[in-house]
């Protein structure tokens, strides 16, 4: 049977089952936050179904329930979280009040988080920051299932790349995107409609182009937009991975030795503050950008993260419905048993 | 007759005819130097072809040539360059400097021209900055010619988005590309050889899907990557037109009432200091970023920028050979005789 959950319950929950895992309040609790968050705005892939691919990769070992998160401030541009091999929102939680600072006090500062496990979104470190008035840009890698533009074989992750901008009184404007063309989950439910896959997404185990999705999961993924989604996906690698002094996808999925536990990685977070940037120039930046939104949306395109902000709304109204499947699971896992 | 010049030489032709034209040393030479590094590295659409766009912008009164650029900078990470209406080289030759020395100094800083009328390509700046160790990102508007992913409009510019990496004892890893599918000479390129555009790269003036060149060009072209490049342009708007109180693209375009002269607004460069970021982490991030860069390469998939790296050692060899077409422009210009 299907049941409905307000956001605090679902937390709840969520923490619970966390805390018999083993974890530390400080890991648990802002775990459960972005997972809830995820169920909050429909956005499935990244909601309660994290779950057990969390508590799969705390019983490899891979990821540390009890770490303690090391800030490290020399009080210069660059703010260092080490998460002492625990799950990256805990290291997120204690970074990011100091990177607003840091960002409002010179302008533009980064938040390096070091030595995490990293499952979430991207989009809520975002929302954060916009939160605060500041806009914000992260990446990070992930493990290599994507071949270079050109390439034949999984080099890169799908790297996320992340942007927000406040808007007052509404919003923000979002986006998150993997640079691939597409998710790895896309490809996997192909695979289950036995539907091919459109062209351009993947190549085969031999580099050849392919439409097949087995073909695809046993070769990779391609990059969006072809030498340019390629080329801002090797950016991530770079400034997120060798320029942090933290694992690239390539070294990630070595360390791990699976795809089926997550991510061990870095990630890189800027912030910006409209404020400092706009400085003795005419106009207001936030009036300004308003207007560029409004006339995009004027156009009939849609903003990113729309569909995301209405599911907030409809949440907020209705609360968090989760399916007969999703309920099972949840009980389950609060009696203690993990299916992996 | 073609004719074959060393840089110095043609970058000396270049500065004359623009001191002719009334520019003063300052702006003139380091809008001589961008042109003569574009023809350097064969990257003809940023060479001297540019020289009667530039002029064509000064006689129509949209660029002050004996602009004097003004730093302003108040010791925190944003260094800001007002160009004085004047060309942006001339900026960003006396703001670059700073940025590296505050890039240094705090681990991350950016710097903000304003004010300027631009034409340069952004390898020229980002070279400059991975040339002293810096890893960089640069980004600016341009004028209206792009709909939005699902919009019908021109609103977004081409609005150029480029990286670099020093590579130690080798060409830095850089790019440097539009943000619409394709550059707006592509489509004038079509439209001459009478050749119909590949789907996807522009609108009509319906907002309707075309593959005639002269309906995209009375149209809008079309953002690389779907919605995704298009949420990069549309960041570019925000980050390097409304947050530093500048002209975003549609601005740009009512401010000059034309596509024919060059773009007036203003741009960000971000510089990072990997020395500063990979600070107390194992490895060196040098080394390591090699390891994927060769990986790429390892896979036959092409570095960006190879082919200007590869024309840049030709050139070291042999001269660049102009056609007589441009030799007699040139010349032409020499004398004081502009076309436009």
């Known amino acids: 049977m299907t049941q409905t959950f307000t956001t605090d319950a679902l937390a709840a929950i969520t923490r619970e089952i966390f805390m018999r895992a083993g974890l530390t309040a400080q890991q648990a609790d802002p775990v459960a936050e972005v997972i809830v968050a995820g169920e909050r705005d429909n956005c499935k892939s990244h909601g309660v179904y994290r779950i057990e691919g969390c508590l799969r990769t705390l019983a490899a070992g891979k990821v540390s329930p009890d770490a303690q998160p090391k800030l490290i401030d020399d009080g210069s541009g660059v703010v260092r979280v080490d998460a002492d091999a625990g799950f990256s929102p805990a290291a997120f939680a204690l970074g ?101 896959l459109p062209e351009g997404w993947a190549v085969d185990r031999d580099g050849k182009p392919t439409t097949d999705p087995q073909a695809a999961l046993d070769g990779a993924m391609l990059p969006f937009g072809g030498h340019k989604g390629s080329a801002i996906s090797t950016m991530i690698e770079l400034l997120a991975g060798a320029m942090i002094g933290d694992l690239t996808s390539d070294e990630a999925l070595e360390y791990l030795g699976s795809t089926a536990i997550l991510p061990h990685h870095g990630e890189l977070i800027l912030a910006f503050s409209p404020r400092r940037f706009a400085a003795g120039r005419p106009g207001d930046p936030f009036a300004r950008a308003e207007a560029l939104l409004d006339a995009i949306a004027g156009q009939g395109a849609r903003l990113p993260s729309q569909r995301r902000f209405a599911a907030r709304e409809k949440t907020a109204r209705d609360g968090i419905t989760l399916t007969t499947e999703e309920v099972a699971m949840l009980e389950r896992l609060r009696q203690g048993a993990s299916k992996g």
């Open 96 to 196: 990011a009040p100091v990177l607003a600072e840091r960002a409002e006090k010179l302008g533009v500062a980064a938040l390096v988080i070091n030595n995490c496990t990293h499952f979430s979104a991207l989009w809520p470190e975002i929302e954060t920051l916009t939160g605060m008035g500041l806009a914000a840009m992260a990446m990070c890698p992930s493990y290599s299932s994507v071949a270079p533009a050109g390439g034949t074989a999984p080099l890169l992750g799908t790297n996320p790349f992340a942007f927000g901008w406040p808007r007052p009184g509404a919003a923000p404007y979002v986006f998150d995107f993997a640079t691939s063309v597409v998710a790895r989950g896309e490809i996997e439910l192909h695979r289950q409609a036995g539907k091919p």
